[in-house]
């Protein structure tokens, strides 16, 4: 259940109540007060109805608190979470508020935002492990963020949990039913079981995982520092948190430069160019085309055999440019 307390600042007298911005799935609202002390402050409310809101609001405190707590300069402060004393069924979360511009960060500034959280945050999550306290929403769609050792099986179980959303909302669909078999049975374990093979670890680090270009704005001024808000997130492979930066990428000229950028950050010098790839179809039992990468250069110390492939990746330790080792088939 949603806390029910106090959230406002004790002994302080609502100046006005105004809308605070478009959203499909909450309600927003700007509230200004005055302080006992006769100074005034600024507050974001945003609210939602029921079970679900109750937990899309707690998810929302859970998920900025986080942030906060690794880059307080970027993350409006969480204030509270609640219900309304008089409508119970009505829940609320409240932060500091923060005057924001509509214009879309260049792409130096949203990678470092992005690269700071990653590295002071890096191998800082509870035991290791991958996931979150709480599930949190990206929009009104829970994620299960259920505490997982591995990579691989939190990105099944993750995925899992959304296909059978999808069903049980639209209901069953054989060629997708084919794919997510594919999808679970083959690409996962192919693409993300290496990365933990062979002595390989994974240092998790704190994700925004809804980090299109319209949850990372400027404050004030073109010129201010970004915000970052609409988190929902967890503790995973510092790439986990992309997908929506890749899906939303016609709708912001970022192209592909913050993602060269945060590793250039974190390494400290030129990032590599990522290889060719080549897509020859594989057939599987499922009777489906599955395609799959059969040559990439790639940056590393230590050679590996991909799962299903006949490539070696050959390599020597990184010379100070960079120097990418390749793959033998």
Known sequence: ?????????????VLRVSRGGASLWVETRKIDVELPDGSQKVFFKKGATGPVGCDMMKGAFESESALYSFIPEHVPKPVAYGSYQERADTHFYIAEFADMTDDHPNATAYADVFATLHTRSMGRSPGGKFGFHIDTHLADIPQDNTWNSSWERFWDQAFRSLCEKEEAARGPDDDLTRLKEVFHQLVIPRYLRPLESDGRVIHTVLLHNDGWPGNIMHKE???????????????????????PLRHHMPQAPLTMAPLAHVLQWIFGRPVPTYGTWKMPAKSTSSGLSLQRPTAITARGSSCMRLLDSPCVRQCTPPSPSGAPCKLAC
């Open 1 to 13: 259940m949603c806390r029910c307390e106090p959230a406002l600042p004790k002994g302080c007298r």
């Open 221 to 243: 001024n073109k010129d201010g520092p970004l915000c970052l808000f609409d988190s929902a997130a967890y503790w995973g492979h510092n790439e986990g948190g992309y997908p």
